[in-house]
């Protein structure tokens, strides 16, 4: 074996492990990302879990779940709209929020503020709601 052909062979191992680094790499990276998407959905975890402060919201007549999910996240209800709107598309409650005005806890789950909102039954008076 003469001397190109060593270094080609050495060139060409080195490759194929830098190569082999950047698969290992990019597979953790997305398991990574995949379970911990995986984890907020399934979770449920509440943005407060002790002493959680109340807030009024006012959803109306034809809002998507993305609007209602923007605006729980806007008055820091929940910490990922898109999150929601996951857990809202795999829950019971899928397609049956209400419109009304509503008062929620930071302290409450996202499953327990559709449970509230599917219901129809408004908590608070409407002469009292924040936007």
Known sequence: MNSKQFLGTIVGTIVRIVVA???????????????????????????????????????????????????LEKKGLINDAGIFVVQEKLSEYKDMIKPGSYQLSTSMSAVEMLSIMSSGETNIETDTVEE
């Open 21 to 71: 680094a950047v698969i290992i790499y990019v597979v953790f990276r997305l398991s990574v990302g995949a379970y911990n998407f995986g984890y907020q959905i399934f979770a449920d975890v509440p943005v407060d879990a002790e002493n959680g402060r109340m807030v009024n919201i006012v959803i109306t007549e034809g809002e998507s779940t993305k609007e209602i999910a923007e605006a």
